[in-house]
């Protein structure tokens, strides 16, 4: 999933985790920042 921006972050590790995605392969780029 592409989420750029850092508010996102907490709503899509939440859709993951939802979704039954262990924590270790979440993985977030900071896109350069």
Same mark, same amino acid.
């Given at each position: 999933?592409?989420? #750029?921006?850092?508010?996102?972050? *907490?709503?899509?590790?939440?859709? &993951? =985790? *939802? &979704?039954?995605? =262990? #924590? =270790?392969?979440? &993985? &977030? ?5």
């Amino acid at each position: 999933m592409c989420a #750029p921006t850092i508010m996102m972050n *907490s709503s899509v590790i939440n859709l &993951l =985790e *939802s &979704l039954g995605v =262990e #924590p =270790e392969n979440i &993985l &977030l780029d900071d896109f350069g920042d």
